[in-house]
C-alpha cells in the first residue's frame, strides 16, 4: 500500500529481460530495451540542476510551520506547484549499427523517473528567498509563485544521451522504406492473469502493473540498476538532431 509509483515501476521493470537494440522485433507483448536518449528535435535546460535534456519535473515545496498549544513549533513542507517538460527522442545504441526507436514522449502518455547522475534519486536542493538562480527566478515567474520562505526543489531529469531503459509495445514502420521502430503505450489489458502466473509475478508485482497501466502508458527511467548489467558505451561523436 506505500510504495511510489518509482518504486511500483523498477519492481515491474524487474520482471522483464533487456531485449538489445539489434534484437527487438514487432511485437503486442511489452518489451524493455536499453540505449542512450537522443533528441528528435531540440533539448531543454532543467530549471534547477541547469542539465541539457529531454524530460524534467520539478516540485516546488514551500517551509511552513504551525505551533500546538503548548508552543511547540513544528515546520514542514507544502507542494505549490509542478512543472513536466518531455521532449520527443530516439533511442539509440552505438554499438548495434544504426537501429533507433522513436518515442513520441510529447504527445504519448509516458512515465518518466529521471534521476540526477551519480545518485540512485532525483536532485533535491533548498534556497531561500532572495537568492535564487535567473532559471529558478523564471521557473517561479512562469508559475506566478514567490515565496516568502524556504523553498524546495526536487528535480527529476533524463539528461541529453543519458543511457536509459524503455518499456513500451514497439512496433515497425517500413514506410520509407527503410525499417524503423517507433513505442507505443502499453495497454493494461495485453498481459493477463495467465501470462502473470506462468512468470512467476507475486501478487504485489501484478497490483503494481494494474496501478502503473490503468490508463496506458509507457516508462523510462535512466537509473543504472534497473539497466540490468547492460552498458551501452557513450557515442563517440553523438549524432546530429
Keep these: 500500500c506505500c510504495e511510489t509509483e518509482e518504486q511500483k515501476a523498477g519492481m515491474v521493470l524487474s520482471k522483464f529481460p533487456v531485449v538489445t537494440m539489434d534484437k527487438l522485433k514487432y511485437s503486442l507483448k511489452p518489451q524493455l530495451t536499453t540505449g542512450r536518449a537522443v533528441p528528435a528535435v531540440n533539448k531543454v535546460i532543467s530549471p534547477v540542476s541547469g542539465r541539457e535534456a529531454l524530460f524534467y519535473r520539478v516540485i516546488v515545496e514551500e517551509q511552513e510551520e504551525s505551533r500546538d498549544a503548548d508552543g511547540n513549533t513544528t515546520t514542514y513542507w507544502v507542494t505549490r506547484f509542478e512543472e513536466t517538460v ?46 535564487y538562480t535567473p ?22 531529469v533524463i ?27 502499453i495497454p493494461e489489458n495485453c498481459l493477463n492473469d495467465d501470462y502473470f502466473k506462468e512468470n512467476n509475478w507475486s501478487d504485489w508485482e501484478v497490483r503494481s502493473w494494474h496501478d502503473l497501466f490503468k490508463f496506458s502508458s509507457m516508462i523510462v527511467t535512466n537509473n543504472p540498476n534497473t539497466f540490468q548489467g547492460q552498458v551501452v558505451p557513450p557515442f ?6
Excluded at 529558478?136 to 527529476?156: C, K, M, P, V
Excluded at 539528461?159 to 503505450?185: F, H, M, N, R
Design 159 to 185: 539528461g541529453l544521451y543519458d543511457q536509459i531503459v524503455l518499456l513500451s509495445i514497439v512496433k515497425t514502420s517500413d514506410a520509407t522504406g527503410v525499417l524503423t521502430y517507433y513505442s507505443e503505450p
Design 86 to 131: 518531455q521532449l520527443d527522442f530516439f533511442l539509440c545504441d552505438p554499438s548495434k549499427g544504426n537501429q533507433f526507436i522513436y518515442i513520441p514522449a510529447s504527445i504519448a502518455p509516458v512515465k518518466e523517473f529521471g534521476i540526477y547522475a551519480g545518485s540512485s534519486g532525483p536532485s533535491i536542493q533548498s534556497f531561500f528567498s532572495g537568492s
Design 236 to 241: 563517440s561523436s553523438p549524432p546530429p538532431y
Design 135 to 156: 532559471s529558478i527566478d523564471a521557473l517561479l515567474s512562469r508559475h506566478g509563485f514567490r515565496g516568502t520562505r524556504g523553498l524546495r526543489f526536487t528535480e527529476h
